[in-house]
């Protein structure tokens, strides 16, 4: 071959090389998870000239001051449960504080809708306790309608966040600070208030965070609670008129709430470093004697627990077996669980197929365009799932026509709103696959694509499996998308639950809430797991 | 010199805008055993991987025999090499066992099978092929990453580190092990190292490269007696640095008129391995005793002379020692390599 030649199939090579279809790959999958934002934004400038009344509309200035409320009770009350279980389980003699710690975490795997579906079908109205009672005469209870019961949903289903992060922050705290405060003269009081609670600082602020933004962005509570927030409002706006503006600038409000949480939360961080001097591991935290106190401490404990996950179990089972005697049809339960199912695992595939090339682009070429790109992937999950499904519904409906009612869609929206899920669980196993290996492959004769195939692909199998299971179990879970994107007909167990408990029919909705608790258990050991599996060896 | 099987010219590579490689040139033998020596971060990895074809040059061209395999403006992707390669930590395929990690490289050729037996007989890991690498030693790791780079029977084999894995006690006889198989393999071979003892034990030739460049390339007794620059000096063993004044063959220093290895004139820097210093006791010495450092086959003996520079030399181990404090005359055998200072 001449130099000529040989320098011409070069080129050729380049431009059709496997560095740039990943990037091709990495940009589609970008566009995909900003598309709902950039399409929201484009909508509400195009109805520009009545943004300004439909702001100042007493009843959107009612929806925002209910969601803050609700936003600013929910994190406020989840803070101090999750702070003090925390503090309770690591850092006191609490009896059987192993047990806890693990106990009181179960709750953040369940759906919102299936914690107001037990409390509905317990305290509401033809619920449990209204049927125990009505023998005795009682036909009516207070509600829990409104802003207690999602109140105390919510906080029931996020203190564990702020639980997690608080024990996380407790644990990378040295003890020699507190010991060394100590001898310095200052009681214990005074360390914990100078010492550790400006340690954990950053950690109870990330808690709340999360708090926060689940708040913000749920639908399946507040609705079957029947609390006008911005979620559920959005919903009523969308399904009762059509005046679809009025709704993509509900949802855009709702995004710019959560973009100035975000802001804050960023803002009040303490911009200390925080670190421990020295290597080597840190000596064992003492713990507190908590004596007399440990009456109240198990109290709480065991409130919060039966409260979570106690009284929901054992309502879905009552209502499960009142269901089996009333007869409900079993073909119609197998059916809606084939549709949960096979979404779920489509959502699944596509999340994998998305996050590959952004794992491999961001571990193997790191730069501009793999951090634009898991940023994209990032923001697209921070969006409330109500507003991604409100975004596709428009746009497939004006522009997708052929696609709009198809479960295309719907895959779509959950690939947006779960992608980092497959991330991160491909990202641990793609750090530890050693690039070195790909390159002895190169070296024994074979191409890039031959490579990829049989060397690199094989050995992100785990990572792939992890995360089509988590984001697998999580779309099981996702209410609002699939209620708005859903094909006609499409019911699937989470719709299931929605539309039955809203009609109080609570028997049908048992068992596919049984299912999702299993399901839910499962996901909470695969993160688990995940998370062993991330820990340095 | 005949054809060189793999040899690289003018060949420059920056990183980020650091250069970590500078004009290197570097011609090697058919059946060469060559070691590129240097210390770490001196660029010897990135050569190796651009003559493998895993880097891409900014500039120069490398050869495999007649044939241009990298010039300016195109470079061979490493699959059409046919080069050998064994990575520092091998990097075999976790996924796949002994033998198939070995038949990769070969897969399609109808003699796979014999030619698998053939190279598992060479490292003599017939008893372990079907196991995972996971559950292999790190000196069967290597023979399995060496075989599998054997295989395809290529013409030149690259290894990076290969030895800095393992524990020193099974190093010297892995180092012996690898070379067998390799001659008996009949392939040509570049091998990285920054251990100096293992480059002039191991090779035929030695590269010394230093700062991105190769100061010099030759057979190792010539590289340790007569190297030539103070850098590749003082990287290949302990010397001493002597200031002296040089006059055609000879020149004048504190231990008196040393001879020199080539004609020199004015302001030099005498090089004296400590081998070839000599401290014998002398009540009227110009020397005292400071310290001693026994290494089991020889010991060390340092002594400041009148300038308070300090003077090291090689004793046999078994010799009883000049007590520390006492006087010694230092003399030098053997004519003496110098620098000029500019």
Redesign the interface.
């Known amino acids: 071959m001449t130099?000529k030649a040989?320098?011409k199939k070069?080129l050729y090579?380049r431009i059709f090389s496997g560095r740039r279809l990943l990037r091709i790959a990495v940009i589609l999958v970008a566009a995909l998870s900003l598309t709902p934002v950039l399409y929201l934004i484009v909508r509400a400038s195009e109805s520009a000239p009545q943004i300004i009344t439909l702001l100042t509309r007493p009843r959107t200035l009612q929806v925002l001051a209910n969601s803050v409320l609700l936003t600013v009770l929910v994190t406020a009350s989840a803070t101090i449960v999750g702070c003090a279980l925390a503090w309770l389980t690591m850092r006191t003699d609490l009896p059987g504080r192993r047990y806890w710690s693990a106990i009181t975490c179960l709750p953040l795997v369940l759906p919102s809708y299936v914690g107001a579906f037990a409390l509905l079908a317990a305290l509401g109205p033809n619920g449990m306790l209204q049927g125990m009672l009505a023998p005795l005469g009682v036909t009516r209870l207070p509600s829990i309608y409104g802003l207690p019961g999602a109140w105390l949903a919510l906080t029931l289903f996020t203190y564990p966040y702020v639980q997690l992060s608080v024990r996380a922050g407790l644990r990378g705290l040295d003890p020699a600070l507190e010991d060394a405060a100590r001898c310095l003269g200052l009681t214990r009081l005074q360390v914990f208030r100078q010492i550790v609670l400006p340690h954990l600082r950053p950690a109870i602020g990330a808690g709340a965070l999360l708090v926060a933004l689940y708040t913000l962005s749920d639908f399946g509570a507040v609705s079957l609670l029947q609390y006008n927030v911005f979620t559920r409002e959005i919903y009523v706006q969308y399904s009762a008129t059509l005046d679809r503006s009025a709704a993509a600038i509900l949802a855009l409000k709702l995004v710019a709430l959560t973009g100035m949480i975000i802001l804050i939360e960023n803002w009040t961080r303490s911009h200390r470093p925080q670190y421990r001097a020295g290597t080597g591991t840190a000596r064992a935290q003492t713990r507190i004697r908590l004596g007399n106190w440990h009456v109240p401490a198990l109290v709480l404990c065991t409130m919060v627990t039966l409260l979570g996950l106690g009284i929901p179990v054992l309502v879905t089972m009552f209502w499960w077996v009142r269901g089996l005697h009333a007869d409900s049809v079993i073909g119609a339960q197998t059916r809606i669980l084939l549709h949960s199912m096979s979404a779920s695992a489509l959502a699944a595939l596509s999340c994998v197929l998305a996050a590959l090339p952004v794992v491999i682009q961001s571990v193997r070429y790191p730069g501009k365009l793999s951090r634009l790109a898991e940023k994209a992937a990032y923001a697209g999950h921070a969006l409330p799932g109500i507003v991604v499904a409100l975004a596709l519904v428009f746009l497939g409906a004006r522009y997708l026509p052929f696609l709009y009612q198809s479960l295309f869609m719907l895959v779509a929206a959950y690939t947006i709103l779960f992608l980092p899920l497959a991330l991160g669980a491909l990202r641990t196993v793609m750090l530890k696959l050693?690039p070195?290996?790909e390159?002895?492959?190169?070296?024994?004769?074979?191409?890039?694509a031959n490579v990829f195939f049989?060397?690199t692909l094989?050995?992100l199998?785990p990572g792939m499996l992890t995360g089509m299971a988590l984001v697998f179990l999580t779309c099981m879970k996702e209410l609002p998308a699939t209620l708005l994107l859903g094909p006609t007909g499409f019911e699937t167990l989470a719709t299931r639950i929605w539309s039955a408990t809203e009609e109080a029919f609570f028997a049908m909705a048992a068992a596919p809430a049984l299912i999702l608790m299993l399901a839910a258990a499962i996901s909470l050991w695969i993160l688990l797991h995940h998370e062993q599996d991330q820990l340095p060896t | 010199m005949n054809t060189p099987i793999i040899a690289c010219y003018t060949l420059s590579k920056a990183f980020n805008g650091i250069k970590a490689v500078k004009d290197v040139e570097l011609e090697i033998a058919p059946g060469a055993f060559v070691a590129l020596l240097g210390p770490s971060g001196c660029g010897k990895t990135t050569v190796l991987r651009l003559l493998a074809g895993l880097e891409t040059p900014d500039t120069g061209v490398i050869r495999i025999g007649e044939v241009e395999i990298a010039g300016k403006g195109y470079a061979l992707p490493p699959e059409k090499r046919r080069l050998g390669m064994v990575f520092q930590e091998y990097a075999l395929f976790p996924h796949m066992s002994v033998r198939d990690n070995i038949a990769f490289g070969i897969r399609d050729r109808p003699d796979r099978d014999q030619r698998i037996d053939e190279v598992l007989t060479l490292v003599d890991l017939q008893s372990i092929q079907d196991r995972g690498p996971h559950s292999l030693s790190g000196g069967q790791q290597q023979r399995v990453a060496l075989a599998r780079a054997l295989a395809p029977k290529p013409a030149v084999m690259l290894l990076d580190e290969p030895f800095s894995n393992l524990d020193a006690a099974l190093r010297q006889r892995v180092r012996r092990e690898i070379r067998q198989i390799l001659l008996k393999a009949g392939v040509t071979t570049l091998f990285v190292t920054h251990d100096q003892e293992e480059a002039l034990s191991l090779s035929d030739d030695v590269a010394v490269m230093i700062d991105g460049t190769i100061m010099q390339y030759g057979p190792p007794e010539e590289l340790y007696r007569f190297p030539a620059n103070q850098a590749v000096a003082g990287f290949l063993g302990e010397t001493n640095f002597l200031q002296g004044q040089a006059c055609g063959m000879y020149a004048e220093s504190v231990l008196g008129r040393i001879q020199l290895h080539t004609a020199m004139q004015g302001k030099v820097t005498i090089m004296i391995r400590p081998e070839n210093l000599i401290l014998a006791p002398d009540p009227n010495g110009q020397a005292t005793v400071c310290h001693h450092e026994y290494v089991g086959h020889s010991r060390i003996i340092m002594a400041r002379d009148q300038q308070n520079q300090l003077l090291r030399c090689r004793l046999n181990g078994s010799l009883p020692p000049p007590p520390i404090g006492s006087k010694v005359s230092a003399s030098v055998q053997d004519a003496a390599m110098a620098y000029q200072i500019s």
């Open positions: 130099p040989r320098r070069h090579q050693n070195r290996t390159e002895a492959a190169r070296m024994l004769g074979h191409t890039p049989h060397v094989p050995q199998r």
